[in-house]
């Protein structure tokens, strides 16, 4: 009988109620409920296997606004990555468009790389994945905002929000490939499906700009079908390019190569998707665009919602189950009606920096500024040595590990390697070759000082109010420590989280 996934659920149980007794000061702190070890159904092992997946391999997240959809991808034996699952999105809020400042109710927008720190076990929102707001692309265009997330409740101001029932599952597949060996997995976070009618639906937007260059990611994916590595410069993204100095998110670019084959796919793709927006146009066969007043609700979830049980406020009065999940009661439904005659929004006036087609260089470089991480008591405890943190061109950085990494260790579940290997340009049928990095320094969950007592969720009975805003808004670039080289555009991430306590079973 394969023992390894009893062990190994015992020995996370033994984690956080180690936590639990050790901060006992915390006056949030209750008998934990591990909800963040629910298993994946049978159902779900069905269908990873019939797509000629393992449980643990690598996992990509793409979200979609105006679909109001989350798309999991998984890397199947080819080395490449394939759809699992669409899951509708129950809530989120804000406009199309990307996130500019806190307090705008805006959900993000862009490419974020997730480590095992930014996974809460104990969110109020049963489970959370902290997406990192602000990356280092967003810090070097002046953007604000914190703990943004995609987590469950149902119940969005800025975040993207799940029923409890669909965030179990996300959380169980992002966990499942940690304990497989992925040091990090990225979010695409997109306005819509880029296809070439949605293109030309919102032709006019002034966020085209940028959605363009996010476009370039989305069709590097698109053409390769393995998680690309972004970094960032001239407060930009870029897309699998290898340079010659360091990106610096606000630097000059360095002089950058791309392999001629993904080069030439992109390319061929962009010119395709370019001709069928101008054939379109011309053919005046294009739909209006719209806006939200305040987000959206997959239909899945609207058709579910009886309008008896709302009240005037657009409230929900009592939980409703639908196919996907149960949506709780006093959930604020997005209001109805979609505007057509207007499109950005007041904040987006703000610049949204240099977001101009990304080309790849053949000269000049720049230099990147390290980051530094930190620890504390529960890192040092519980961590496996090598954690997520550090820049992407570090390898280094191991600690001499904690009590339950040895006890790990003597199971024979050791923690991951320490040393990192660069992520190579995909091909037809690579051999899948993994890194991600991140760096450490900033809490990002609604009770970052609390993550560590593992205290029980408490689910809010209304909609919340965006956190006060706690940095202030850059009008400048930030400082030199907080833009480094990045893998991904990785945020910094707090200490003391899901990858200290469950850094020996990586």
């Known amino acids: 009988m394969n023992r390894r996934p009893l062990v190994r659920s015992l020995l996370a149980s033994a984690a956080i109620?180690?936590?639990v007794a050790l901060a006992g000061c915390d006056t949030d702190t209750a008998a934990p409920t591990l909800r963040s070890l629910q298993p994946l159904s049978p159902q779900m092992i069905a269908a990873i296997e019939k797509r000629h997946m393992s449980k643990e391999s690598p996992i990509l997240v793409r979200i979609f606004k105006e679909e109001s959809e989350l798309d999991v991808w998984k890397e199947d034996q080819s080395g490449r990555m394939a759809l699992l699952k669409t899951y509708p999105i129950c809530r989120w809020s804000g406009d199309l468009g990307p996130k500019i400042k806190q307090g705008d109710r805006q959900a993000p927008e862009g490419?974020?790389?997730?480590?095992?720190?930014?996974?809460?076990?104990?969110?109020?929102?049963?489970?959370?994945?902290?997406?990192?707001?602000?990356?280092?692309?967003?810090?070097?265009?002046?953007?604000?905002?914190?703990?943004?997330m995609?987590?469950?409740?149902?119940?969005?101001?800025?975040?993207?929000?799940?029923t409890d029932e669909q965030v179990a599952e996300i959380y169980a597949l992002a966990r499942e490939s940690f304990f497989g060996g992925q040091t990090s997995f990225q979010i695409q976070a997109f306005p819509f499906r880029m296809t070439p009618q949605n293109m030309a639906r919102h032709r006019n937007s002034s966020h085209m700009p940028f959605w363009r260059m996010l476009k370039t990611g989305y069709d590097h994916f698109e053409v390769t079908r393995q998680e690309p590595k972004v970094d960032v410069?001239?407060?930009?993204?870029?897309?699998?390019?290898?340079a010659s100095g360091r990106y610096t998110p606000t630097g000059t670019c360095p002089a950058m190569t791309m392999p001629d084959d993904v080069m030439a796919a992109v390319k061929g793709k962009q010119q395709r998707d370019d001709a069928q927006v101008a054939d379109l146009v011309r053919r005046g066969s294009v739909p209006a665009a719209h806006s939200f007043a305040d987000g959206s609700m997959h239909p899945t979830f609207m058709a579910a919602v009886s309008r008896h049980n709302v009240d005037e406020n657009g409230v929900l009065r009592a939980k409703t189950s639908t196919t996907a999940g149960t949506i709780p009661a006093n959930v604020r439904l997005p209001p109805s009606g979609k505007r057509t005659t207007g499109f950005s929004l007041a904040s987006a006036k703000s610049s949204t920096g240099s977001v101009g087609e990304p080309?790849?260089?053949?000269?000049?470089?720049?230099?990147?500024?390290?980051?530094?991480?930190g620890g504390n008591f529960f890192g040092n405890m519980f961590s496996s040595g090598g954690d997520a943190s550090g820049g992407s061109s570090t390898s280094d950085g191991q600690s001499s590990g904690g009590v339950m990494d040895r006890m790990a260790r003597l199971v024979g579940l050791g923690g991951s390697s320490a040393s990192e290997k660069s992520a190579p340009i995909p091909k037809a049928k690579p051999a899948r070759s993994r890194t991600k990095t991140a760096t450490r320094a900033k809490p990002e969950e609604k009770k970052p000082a609390r993550q560590a007592a593992n205290a029980?969720?408490?689910r809010p009975k209304s909609e919340p109010a965006e956190p006060q805003q706690q940095q202030t808004a850059a009008a400048t670039p930030p400082a030199s420590n907080q833009g480094t080289t990045?893998?991904?555009?990785a945020p910094t991430v707090p200490t003391g989280s899901f990858d200290n306590r469950f850094g020996a079973w990586r």
């Open 111 to 148: 490419f974020y790389t997730i480590t095992p720190s930014l996974m809460n076990p104990n969110s109020s929102y049963y489970l959370s994945i902290n997406l990192g707001y602000p990356n280092s692309y967003d810090r070097a265009n002046g953007r604000t905002g914190s703990f943004l």
């Open 233 to 242: 410069c001239e407060r930009r993204y870029v897309f699998n390019t290898e």
């Open 456 to 458: 029980v969720a408490i």
């Open 150 to 162: 995609i987590h469950g409740d149902c119940s969005s101001a800025g975040c993207y929000a799940m």
């Open 486 to 489: 990045i893998n991904g555009a």
């Open 359 to 373: 080309v790849v260089r053949d000269t000049r470089t720049a230099a990147a500024q390290p980051s530094s991480g």
């Open 17 to 19: 109620f180690a936590a």
